[in-house]
T-cell receptor, first 110, second 114 residues
Framework: GESVGLHLPTLSVQEGDNSIINCAYSNSASDYFIWYKQESGKGPQFIIDIRSNMDKRQGQRVTVLLNKTVKHLSLQIAATQPGDSAVYFCAEILHSRLTFGEGTQLTVNP | KAGVTQTPRYLIKTRGQQVTLSCSPISGHRSVSWYQQTPGQGLQFLFEYFSETQRNKGNFPGRFSGRQFSNSRSEMNVSTLELGDSALYLC?????????????FGPGTRLLVL
């Protein structure tokens, strides 16, 4: 079936570098996307969202880019910090429910 | 404002038993959704409740059921537990039924079936 997936299962960066986490989705009808961060032993934490009528949205140190032409979503984290180490999930609203991708484990090296 | 709370946080059961998990949403939130998270299948939607009514249901067997009370608290029940039911069960709440509302997750209940 259709699903949201992530290109890389792991990403390792140096502290202070910028991180880019990618996501491909398959349902062109999806109109709302969310990025969640999940730390070990915790539930997913909302980071940022974007609607399909936008192609970019910025938050504090994070930016989400949406390319509807190629059905691609990315999360950019500026000046990555050790506290950013976690699993990152993209999710889309599909059939009125959240459908999650597989997740990318981000590791920040000091 | 307190976040979503789930009890218990950890649970060990044996095959064939049943289990009930509880979720208290953020104050004022009336929609509660449940998800199962496993290493192999990732995060999968179980069901959503709003105003004590199930609005949406995922592709899980009938052994998985839920309900919502008038104060928006929700419970999910799994009967005749199987080893494969070992997972982190997450509850999420949001204000209403609009699809583009942010869902806020609780810490989860980690269930181990032996």
């Amino acid at each position: 079936g259709e699903s949201v997936g992530l290109h890389l299962p792991t990403l390792s960066v140096q502290e202070g570098d910028n991180s880019i986490i990618n996501c491909a989705y398959s349902n062109s009808a999806s109109d709302y996307f969310i990025w969640y961060k999940q730390e070990s032993g915790k539930g997913p934490q909302f980071i940022i969202d974007i609607r399909s009528n936008m192609d970019k949205r910025q938050g504090q140190r994070v930016t989400v880019l949406l390319n509807k032409t190629v059905k691609h979503l990315s999360l950019q984290i500026a000046a990555t910090q050790p506290g950013d180490s976690a699993v990152y999930f993209c999710a889309e609203i599909l059939h009125s429910r959240l459908t999650f991708g597989e997740g990318t484990q981000l590791t920040v090296n000091p | 404002k307190a976040g979503v709370t789930q009890t218990p946080r950890y649970l060990i059961k044996t095959r064939g038993q049943q289990v009930t998990l509880s979720c208290s949403p953020i104050s004022g939130h009336r929609s509660v959704s449940w998800y199962q998270q496993t290493p192999g299948q990732g995060l999968q939607f179980l069901f959503e409740y709003f105003s004590e009514t199930q609005r949406n249901k995922g592709n899980f067997p009938g052994r998985f059921s839920g309900r919502q009370f008038s104060n928006s608290r929700s419970e999910m029940n799994v009967s005749t537990l199987e080893l494969g039911d070992s997972a982190l069960y997450l509850c999420a709440s949001k204000l209403g039924t609009a699809s583009q509302e942010t869902q806020y997750f609780g810490p989860g209940t980690r269930l181990l079936v032996l």
